[in-house]
């Protein structure tokens, strides 16, 4: 049940915690996955990450193996905070992957045009 306060100047307080959904992949000793992380208002990703809570929830996520072959897909996860080896958010609210992908991609592709030129630049 919702409870709210108020301050001497009128400020109300509640039991509730606003967060931001964000768009990430995070990589764990064994897996990359993909899914929604949620930040509270006002702060970053990273502030996220340093809260004591030992597991991360993830939403709407999908799980890779190391060859980035789609293991499965789940609404809920939780990891444990001390499995995450990185994690990239993406565009806060409904941001997509494909960008970030085709990023990749294109500097895979010129890593291989400037080795397959034989240009020492």
């Known amino acids: 049940m919702a409870q709210i306060r108020y301050d001497e100047k009128g400020k109300f307080f509640t039991n509730f915690v606003t967060k931001n959904t ?3 992949i995070i990589q764990t000793t064994h897996y990359r996955i993909r ?3 949620y930040v509270r208002v006002g702060d970053r990703v990273k502030d996220e990450l340093d809260r004591p809570e030992q597991f991360l929830a993830i939403t709407n996520a999908a799980i890779y193996d190391d060859a980035d072959t789609l293991l499965f ?18 565009k806060e609210s409904g941001g997509e992957f494909g960008a ?5 991609h294109a500097s895979n592709e010129e890593t291989l045009s400037t080795q397959d030129s034989g240009d020492d630049a």
């Open 22 to 24: 964000v768009q990430a």
């Open 100 to 104: 970030l992908d085709k990023v990749e």
């Open 73 to 90: 897909r789940r609404e809920f996860v939780s990891i444990n905070r001390d499995h995450i080896i990185w994690v990239i958010p993406e």
């Open 35 to 37: 899914g929604e992380i």
